[in-house]
Nanobody, 122 residues
Framework: QVQLVESGGGLVQAGGSLRLSCAASGRTFRINAIGWYRQAPGKQRELVAQISSRGRTNYADSVKDRFTISRDNAKGTPFLGTVLLQMNSVKPEDTAVYYC???????????WGQGTQVTVSS
């Protein structure tokens, strides 16, 4: 199993910055990618950004050039450990619950964190 714990959400003014952190623990060797998803009220959950175990990144068009995803390996291992989402120039439409997600490289299992609220005031 893999456990994911998010932190760093909160209230920020439009144009400001916020950094989210996702700490992975457990069988991190099974993770081949960690992503950030978000879900706004009344909307479907959507991918914001993702980083693979090899460092490849993928962003939603709506956050390109504003958000940056990065990684730190689990201590003493080559495996994904902590994934950060640096959010700059935030907009009110970025308001949502942000979830950390990890894909299992050896099965179809997907792991989710508990979510962290991000609210951007105009």
């Amino acid at each position: 199993q893999v456990q994911l714990v998010e932190s760093g959400g909160g209230l920020v003014q439009a144009g400001g910055s916020l950094r989210l952190s996702c700490a992975a623990s457990g069988r991190t060797f099974r993770i081949n990618a960690i992503g950030w998803y978000r879900q706004a009220p009344g909307k479907q959950r959507e991918l914001v950004a993702q980083i693979s175990s090899r460092g490849r990144t993928n962003y939603a068009d709506s956050v390109k050039d504003r958000f940056t995803i990065s990684r730190d390996n689990a201590k003493g291992t080559p495996f994904l450990g902590t994934v950060l989402l640096q959010m700059n120039s935030v907009k009110p439409e970025d308001t949502a619950v942000y979830y950390c997600n990890a894909n299992d490289a050896f099965s179809t299992s997907v792991f989710w964190g508990q979510g962290t609220q991000v609210t951007v005031s105009s």
